[in-house]
Nanobody
Framework: QVQLVESGGGLVQPGGSLRLSCAAS????????MGWYRQAPGNQRGLVAV???????NYADSVKGRFTISRDNAKNTVYLQMNSLKLEDTAVYYC?????????????WGQGTQVTVSS
């Protein structure tokens, strides 16, 4: 079993910053790629950023240069540093992790954390 616990969401003014954290716990051998996705009302869930275990990253065009994804493999935790936040960044942010459990590789999702950018 794998659980992903997210934290760090909240209300911030445009131009401000937030740092999201997602910690994985449970029984698993290792965690491969981890990422952050977001979903605004009326829209489908979309990729924000992903990071491989070795540290290779990929970002949505809309957040490049503003967001930074990182991870601490020893802590099984992924972070999303969000700077220069815009109104359009308002969404529920979901953590994703590909966990190796026994001989299986399964995708897991966090419960989501609300990020609201408002003046």
């Amino acid at each position: 079993q794998v659980q992903l616990v997210e934290s760090g969401g909240g209300l911030v003014q445009p131009g401000g910053s937030l740092r999201l954290s997602c910690a994985a716990s449970g029984s698993f051998s290792s965690i491969g790629a981890m990422g952050w996705y977001r979903q605004a009302p009326g829209n489908q869930r979309g990729l924000v950023a992903v990071i491989t275990r070795s540290g290779t990253t990929n970002y949505a065009d809309s957040v490049k240069g503003r967001f930074t994804i990182s991870r601490d493999n020893a802590k099984n935790t992924v972070y999303l540093q969000m700077n220069s936040l815009k109104l359009e960044d308002t969404a529920v942010y979901y953590c994703n992790a590909n966990a190796m459990v026994g001989f299986a590789v399964r995708a897991h999702w966090g419960q989501g954390t609300q990020v609201t950018v408002s003046s």
